[in-house]
């Protein structure tokens, strides 16, 4: 697979694998055995960046990742977060914490829990209204210094904050949510990051699923997964929505490609320090991400995909209410 470089000097594969789902998030965790063989097989298909975070399980996504990786450490990319209030019991508290002293508690957690002696990429999950992000830049700061972080990330922050911790860390790479059925970070966040020199790292880049035309108004979720709870995965909104994957399908089709391949090729072609992280808990699903590396999109095709999909509003928020209120513009 291509490589790409997030920030000046992390290089890492033009697709990445997201593997919260593996332990949490979208229904019950995978069986451990089975998600080490996605993840390594991850490796054989060439990806080299695996993103994973505290929170997720929490803390049993980190394990799942460290002993999966073990054998390739020096040959990958592992990036994970810090920043929300959760107790060493994996109870979850009533929300943020990125006190610098919280910070470092959280990456010696982490390194221990991957079974390594550093973290490639340490993100803030989410910004924290009462931690001034100077002070979180500085904190991972000692933790570069140290040599227990080699890099620095922001995960669903504004301009604004990502300049004030570009000015106390250089930060290398900014995760947020990013598709063809959400595009916010269009408006500022992309120009920002462009100027800055700092790469982007979408997650959620096929929809949370949806963008895979595998998913209608009749769809069941299992009662743990989270979609349950997200306004745009309603039936309703669902219903609505499915114009848009209806589209990239047709194209799909002149492209001998799946919705899905379309989906990660678009963004791909967008920047050439943008690195999508779709996630998957099936071997077949891998594959056909994987494949979306291959697929060329030529101006043509952009356009005409600008012009079916750029002017469609996606029906429904894209968190619930408790969520959105996380979310630094």
């Keep these: 697979m291509q490589k790409r470089k997030l920030g000046n000097n992390l290089e890492v594969s033009a697709l990445g694998l997201g593997c919260m789902s593996m332990s949490s998030g979208y229904g019950p965790a995978g069986d451990e055995q089975e ?4 993840i390594r097989a991850a490796v054989d298909l060439g990806v080299t960046l695996f993103d994973t975070a505290e929170a997720y399980g929490p803390f049993t996504n980190e394990v799942l990742v460290g002993k999966a990786l073990a054998p390739f450490r020096d040959r990958v990319v592992i990036a994970t977060k810090f920043g929300f209030d959760i107790n060493p019991d994996g109870t979850r508290g009533p929300g943020l914490d990125s006190r610098p002293a919280h910070i470092k508690e959280v990456a010696e957690a982490s390194l221990k829990r991957l079974g390594t002696d550093r973290m490639d990429l340490f993100y803030q999950h989410r910004v924290d209204p009462d931690v001034p992000m100077e ?4 904190a991972v ?3 570069i210094a140290a040599g227990k972080v080699r890099h620095f990330g922001l995960s669903e922050a504004g301009a604004q904050n990502i300049r004030r911790a570009h000015a106390v860390q250089p930060v290398t790479a900014l995760q947020s949510e990013y598709s063809l059925w ?8 992309l120009p920002t990051l462009e100027e800055l020199g700092i790469g982007f790292v979408p997650f959620s880049p096929l929809g949370k699923g949806f963008l895979t035309g595998k998913i209608d108004e009749n769809t069941t979720f299992d009662k743990s997964d989270f979609r349950n709870t997200v306004p745009n995965f309603s039936p309703e909104a669902r219903k609505a929505n499915l114009a848009l994957v209806e589209r990239i399908g047709r194209i799909a089709g002149r492209k001998h490609a799946t919705p899905a391949q379309i989906a990660l090729a678009w963004l791909l072609a967008r920047k050439p320090w943008i690195v999508p ?3 998957t808990t099936k071997l077949h699903r891998l594959q056909e991400n994987v494949g979306a ?3 060329e999109l030529d101006a043509d095709d952009l356009r005409e995909i600008e012009a079916t999909t750029a002017r469609m509003q996606m029906v429904g928020a894209r968190y ?3 969520s959105q209120r996380m979310i630094d513009r």
Excluded: F, N, T, Y
């Excluded at 002070?135 to 500085?138: H, I, L, N, P, Y």
């Excluded at 959400?182 to 966040?189: A, D, G, I, K």
């Design 35 to 38: 998600m080490i063989k996605v």
């Design 182 to 189: 959400w595009r916010e970070p269009e408006q500022s966040v």
């Design 135 to 138: 002070d979180v830049a500085g």
């Design 320 to 322: 619930s209410e408790s």
């Design 277 to 279: 992280i779709p996630g």
């Design 293 to 295: 590396a291959a697929v």
């Design 141 to 143: 700061k000692d933790l």
